[in-house]
DNA sequence: CGGCCGTTGTTAATTATTTGACAAATCATT
DNA sequence: AATGATTTGTCAAATAATTAACAACGGCCG
């Protein structure tokens, strides 16, 4: 095991989790990976070598344990190890996250949000607590939390990067229309682009 | 020109339109693919490969106009021709976008939203007036929206995704945690994937 | 308990994508 | 107008990712 994982093999991950996960509810025992590259749109042998950086968890001639897989693949992702998480900046986007998504079961704890404004600072949504941004400092250095949310206004979203980043912030999962550059600091940033996205789409139609 | 376009390119192309548009509000009026590759965080030689699948936008010894390569870029993804779009689900993850997003700055004009909720119906949320789900048929089958964003529970998406494929939708901007196979169906699914995503960086946190 | 069938793990071939290199074109300067 | 400094477009090389192929293994049935 443990051969070199690629960057295409990680973004499939979470997605093998989740059909996996189906399968498990739909009571579903065990699958080959020729009828999970059906059900998934993959090839089956996409599948036999994404599963295998990491171990072998098939059987010949039986194929994979539904439950036994979802697990390692969680285990893999580290959804189990309930990573701290704060969010910056309480707005509609916040505020829908905060509400509607479930950050357990993506391997994190919300801990505290933060902003500015009087209208958010001081009352909790969705069971997270917001505090005003000035406690920044001193409740990451006491806390720990290894990622942050961003979800502020544009502008200002270079500097919080920078600023968690010094803090010592590990991920940092980017809602703002910009690319963070943070050269140096070992901080991992993840884009969630909606913009990007809906123009690819309108490629697409267009084509 | 109009060489083979990879899916790889493709995504690419908003990042450069994001980072042309930025340059041309900084007043910068001519950039050459060096400069705007240590800008973007990619290599010089990829960027130069990319725009030429469409033609030859650059000029030796000068480099590249900016305006007219984001002019270009903007027709190429098509967001200049203004389709229309439709929302399905205006919870808070539909509104979110209602108030926050700009649809017209991706290309889209997004005309009417859909719900079952009689606290959403005949209501207008960030200018965009909401209608019952039962007229969907009607609206879509007379003002032929190229494009529906699917903001709804994640149980009906599948159904909902098939009713819209069978309306002649082209698009479908799929926020719920599904994969929709539309076999067949001339239909392009672009999914944001809020899950995967802070699950790949859960990953990455700890790698 | 032996042979066939199904299915994996793994290696090799193929395809896709990125990077490197450089001739040809243009600009800037004198 | 000639020279040197830039910078593109493009082709070739290198790298990465996907698909195909198959030997080896274990389950299953008679």
Chains 1, 2 share one sequence.
């Not at 059909?19 to 996409?46: F, K, N």
């Not at 897989?69 to 189990?80: K, M, Q, W």
């Not at 994190?108 to 406690?135: K, W």
Request: hydrophobic share 45%; charged share 25%.
């Amino acid at each position: 095991m443990d051969k070199k994982v690629s960057i295409a093999v990680v973004r499939r991950l979470p997605k093998y989790y989740r059909h996996l996960d189906e399968l498990s509810s739909e009571g579903v025992a065990r699958i080959s990976s020729g009828s999970l590259a059906v059900r998934m749109g993959l090839t089956a042998s996409q599948i036999r070598q994404d599963l295998n950086c990491f171990g072998g968890f098939g059987q010949q001639g039986y194929g994979y344990n539904v439950e036994r897989l979802r697990d390692e693949i969680a285990s893999i992702l580290g959804l189990d190890r309930r990573a701290k998480a704060i969010m910056i900046g309480v707005g509609r986007i916040g505020k829908a996250l905060l509400y509607n998504f479930d950050f357990r079961l993506c391997g994190f704890e919300l801990v505290r949000a933060f902003d500015v404004s009087p209208d958010s600072v001081g009352r909790s949504f969705g069971g997270v607590m917001t505090a005003h941004i000035g406690e920044l400092e001193e409740f990451v250095l006491s806390e720990r939390p290894q990622c942050a949310v961003l979800t502020l206004p544009r502008e200002n979203a270079a500097t919080m990067a920078s600023r968690l980043a010094f803090l010592g912030v590990k991920g940092i999962w980017n809602f703002t229309n910009v690319d963070l550059h943070l050269d140096g600091a070992a901080v991992w940033v993840e884009n969630v682009h909606f913009a990007d996205s809906l123009m690819t789409l309108c490629y697409r139609i267009n084509e």
